[in-house]
């Protein structure tokens, strides 16, 4: 019986069991979920394949020429570039008020609670919410007449000439309260010191911004601005719930999940998914080189 | 009052206005949801959705919406989903960042790498090819379709606990060997508790992703006894159509539990948030 029980066992014995025993579930789920779906995907993005019949045919880079041929494919990338200018006001903000809650002010965990708050928010939730902030005679509406502002008001999801701005804003709403949070974290962490010594030295708070707050955080940004290039991109859960692609809000993944589960084109879909992944492998990429270039 | 008095004040002022206003924003469209639940059907139609509810304690619409919305089997699925992705992240993320801090062996790096790389595969880009692995699995369908997408695909427990092994000595380890301890008690007596902290941060940061995510439960998990509340909120977009009082009861109904937690647990929150996203 003794020889059941591991502690017996010699330390070498109980080393491979070990190595073995605990890394063959992370490994075959990592495996599984992470990189066999990637490997399909490639295999997928050949074929004609509609996700469900018994037979598919190879069609070589058909797919792929289709994608950057087709205007009603290729569109979907300008809608892209509202996510991705949404992002720059996103980090902009974000640092503002990271920088302001820094120094000693009134309420400080009172507006640090609510700035994050969005942010742990359920998605569908949120799209609701926004639904009703931008219906007709919605929130944003009377506001905007409370305000005198009457004239101005749009129909904020019914234009698509602003639809992507409303959306935009919308997730800039959503998102915002996390890089703060990172950012404050990170400006928290420089010495208290050295603010005293600039301080001594007659520096204003823009100088300390300039050469104390921003050459420090300068990582984290980079790496909050990857995140959420990577996340503009690949934006769905607010278009999604709000207006399933309509009215010219289609995304990027939108557009791959109405082909591959609506409309039975998995191949095409699996070709535009291969896209999205290489673009964001190609920025993660070039912010890990240019990071590692000036350590 | 002297120049630079003058333009202090003024910067003072800037930065007030500007909380103020980014705070009202923040809680703005928040607060016109509440006001909406709390209101009845004439009520609503006839008032501004600027204006405050007539009777604040008229909790019929959130009656209707729990019962309706069937937003019983949303938490209930919710709760079983998280609880057992949780128990397995921690223990799979610990166990296999135990073996990779601790030992030098054959093809160690490969899986450093190939955990490292898998961080940059936006899972979302991969659910075309993940749908039919799944369905080949006979998960379809199942509460297990989520839970094992939350453990295979989401890294971020991985490297939390490796992240934080790297600072716990290995002295202890050593001295535990000496006493006799196996590999495994070093691990369960020693290792998982050290790493408590690491813990909570594994458990507030996918706690929050699996509450909040919509696309893999709606994907994988259509049948109505399965749905989870991202699901069950979402199925109000139909019947409810512009049954606004009521919707609005049902989207408080999903970030009651959020708030409740935001109050109770702040300051891990923060740190969780910080300390997960710094790879």
Known sequence: ?????????????????????????????????????????????????????????????????????????????????????????????????????????????????????????????????????????????????????????????????????????????????????????????????????????????????????????????????????????????????????????????????????????????????????????????????SMKGEE | MNVNQFKYTIASIIKYVSLILAAFIALLPIVVILFASLKTNAEYANSSPLAPPANWLNFANYAKAFVDGNMLVGFKNTIIILIISIVGATLTGSMIAYVLDRFKFKGKKIMVAAFLLATLIPSVTTQVATFQIINALDLFNTRWAAIVMYLGTDIIAVYIFLQFLGSISSALDESAMLDGASYFTIYWRIILPLLKPAIVTVIIVKGVNIYNDFYTPFLYMPKTDLQVISTALFKFKGPFGSQWEVISAGIMIAIIPTMIIFLLLQKYIYNGFAQGSVK
Not at chain 1, 176 to 201: C, H, Q, R, T, W
Not at chain 1, 215 to 221: C, D, E, F, Y
Request: proline share 3%; glycine share 6%.
């Open chain 1, 1 to 289: 019986m003794k020889y059941w029980r591991i502690s017996s066992w010699s330390y070498s014995a109980q080393r491979i069991f070990i190595i073995c025993a605990f890394s063959i579930i992370p490994l075959a789920l990592l495996f599984t979920f992470a990189y066999l779906p990637v490997i399909n995907m490639f295999k997928y993005s050949f074929t004609d394949w509609n996700g469900y019949s018994k037979r598919f045919d190879y069609v070589g880079f058909d797919n792929y020429t289709r994608i950057f041929s087709d205007p009603e494919y290729f569109k979907v990338f300008i809608v892209s570039l509202y996510y991705f200018v949404a992002t720059f006001v996103q980090m902009g903000l974000a640092l503002y008020f990271a920088t302001i809650l820094s120094f000693k002010i009134r309420g400080k965990n009172f507006f640090k609670g609510i700035l994050f708050f969005p942010y742990l928010l359920n998605g569908v939730a949120i799209g609701f919410i926004f639904l009703f902030f931008f219906k007709p005679d919605g929130t944003l509406d009377t506001l905007m007449q409370a305000v005198g502002l009457g004239q101005y008001t749009q129909l904020w999801l019914g234009n698509p000439n602003i639809i992507n701005v409303s959306l935009a804003g919308a997730s800039v709403w959503r998102y915002m309260g996390f890089n703060f949070i990172i950012f404050l974290g990170a400006i928290s962490s420089i010495p208290k010191d050295v603010y005293e010594a600039s301080d001594i030295d007659g520096a204003n708070r823009w100088q300390q911004f300039r050469h104390i707050i921003l050459p420090s955080i300068t990582r984290i940004l980079q790496l909050n601005l990857i995140l959420a290039i990577s996340g503009a991109i690949s934006a769905f859960d607010i278009p999604y719930i709000m207006t399933d692609g309509s009215n010219g809000s289609m995304t990027f993944v939108i557009q791959t999940v109405h082909l591959a589960f609506k409309y039975g084109k998995l191949g095409l879909a699996s070709a535009m998914a291969v896209v999205l992944l290489l673009i964001v492998i190609l920025v993660t990429l070039v912010q890990r080189v």
